[in-house]
């Protein structure tokens, strides 16, 4: 083994070398070179840890989004043409993918919940044929292919109990960098404002607040598993005192989508495990509604429909974009994968700056007609059925709260999809699917075949 290692090591370092004087001499930038003398350490990994390649994927992701503003670099043969680190890392995890799921095929074949993942894949490779954008397809294409490469990758490596909490515990170390930006920008008082909501959000490392709320609830989730399933008391304490932590940053957000998400999951979980705590939880957003000002605010915003509503403004677009798509005899099929923004922006132009549907179903159904929003729904639905099947047949407390909490994590995703992007968020199902995958494979009833 020491000495695979150490040839495999010298190979990844001379191709690292290697590949950062060639980047430089085909004229890219200092920034660029070094991102692709960093590619071979991937595949070094890939070939000697698989599973620390997991680790390091769901730990590195989540500080890209704000990072590429900064780092980015052009093409040498095409210097209009500007790729962010977060997209060459989009790239790198296809290409692994590519390469760690070729050879196991037929072993992929027999993964649950993968065929769902088939039917979303081949359906929207199949809108590659009439899209309104092939380029915008194709991308949403790699991006689903690398949320299945990191469930097949999961499910594979994350064979025994102790890599399933360190699943978790990574999961949840990857919002230190998030999470300290955040906490920068509330000190500074420089986080997001807008015309709706004067107060400033905090977004940590993310492109907005709500895509920084809704990565903390999966967070929240991977600690609160980790409560559950971790035996000795000091890791269950420390894994509490993170969780009331995290949840504290999740309300500075102003994220009321989130909220409602996070309370919906905890709610489904009292329902079920602790009933008698319920009117207590349910008791803890109306003291928080009463007791700031600022939540006061932004929940009135929300319930407010006039004309400067965000709700108001998301029920125009879905109007606008069903009734063009129903115009335009594309009910069936739709504009093809990937391709909402572009169909606002042909009803609604660029005044509004931002054309994002905020709404999954609707999303489905102009990008894919009727054919596409059940696919959609197939593909949503698919692992709750297995999820609660497996919750039915756990055997053991640490089976029986491990499958109840990403059972009760996944249906309040899937209902918070009705007000907001769940599927387009690339790390809140990176890390969901992670621990489905993790979880099937340790406590599943595949698990016992296995």
């Not at 004087?21 to 350490?41: C, D, K, Q, R």
């Not at 390649?53 to 769901?58: E, H, K, R, W």
């Not at 269950?236 to 949840?247: D, G, R």
């Not at 209902?415 to 599927?423: G, K, M, R, Y």
Request: proline share 4%; net charge positive.
């Amino acid at each position: 083994m020491n000495a695979r290692f150490s040839r495999i090591f010298i190979i990844t370092l001379i191709a690292s070398v290697g590949l950062i004087i060639v980047s430089l001499f085909l004229g890219l930038s200092i920034t660029g070179s070094v991102l692709a003398g960093l590619f071979p350490w991937s595949f070094f990994l890939l070939l000697y840890s698989p599973y620390l390649l997991l680790f390091s994927l769901i730990f590195i992701r989540p500080s890209l989004d704000r990072l590429s503003e900064i780092l980015n670099f052009s093409m040498p043969f095409d210097p209009t043409r500007i790729i962010t680190v977060a997209q060459a890392f989009g790239l790198l995890t296809v290409f692994l993918g590519i390469l760690y799921l070729a050879p196991r095929i037929q072993k992929v074949l027999n993964v649950p919940l993968f065929y769902p993942f088939l039917v979303l894949l081949l359906w929207g490779t199949g809108t590659l044929l009439y899209s309104v954008s092939f380029s915008q397809t194709l991308y949403e294409i790699l991006r689903l292919f690398s949320i299945l490469f990191i469930f097949l990758l999961s499910y594979f490596v994350i064979n025994t109990k102790e890599r399933f909490f360190k699943l978790l515990l990574i999961s949840s170390l990857s919002a230190i960098i998030p999470i300290a930006t955040a906490m920068y920008q509330f000190i500074f008082n420089i986080g997001y404002v807008d015309d709706a909501f004067a107060v400033p959000r905090i977004y940590g490392t993310f492109a907005h607040p709500n895509i920084f709320a809704l990565y903390l609830v999966v967070v929240l989730a991977a600690l609160l598993l980790m409560f559950f399933t971790y035996t000795k008391e000091r890791a269950k304490n420390i894994s509490l005192v993170a969780f009331f932590t995290v949840t504290a940053i999740l309300i500075m957000t102003y994220a009321r989508a989130a909220w409602a998400t996070f309370f919906l999951f905890l709610g489904l979980i009292a329902s079920v495990k602790y009933f008698k705590i319920l009117p207590a939880l349910l008791l803890i957003p109306i003291v928080l509604f009463l007791a700031l000002p600022s939540i006061q605010g932004r929940i009135t915003e929300g319930l407010n429909l006039g004309p400067s509503s965000s709700l108001a403004w998301r029920i125009t677009i879905w109007n606008d974009t069903i009734h063009k798509t129903i115009a335009d005899q594309n009910t069936l099929l739709g504009y093809g994968l990937g391709t909402f923004e572009i169909i606002a922006e042909s009803v609604r132009g660029i005044r509004f700056v931002v054309n994002a549907p905020h709404n999954e179903f609707v999303r489905s159904f102009v990008e894919g007609g009727v054919v596409g929003l059940a696919v959609f729904l197939f593909f949503s639905f698919a692992p709750i059925f297995i999820l609660y099947k497996n919750w039915k047949a756990s055997k053991t407390p640490v089976e029986h709260d491990t499958f109840l909490i990403l059972l009760c994590l996944t249906i309040s995703l899937l209902l918070l999809s009705a007000t907001d992007h769940v599927l387009r968020s690339t790390m809140v199902q990176w890390i969901l699917w992670a621990m489905i995958g993790g979880a099937l494979s340790v406590y599943g009833r595949t698990a016992e075949e296995k």
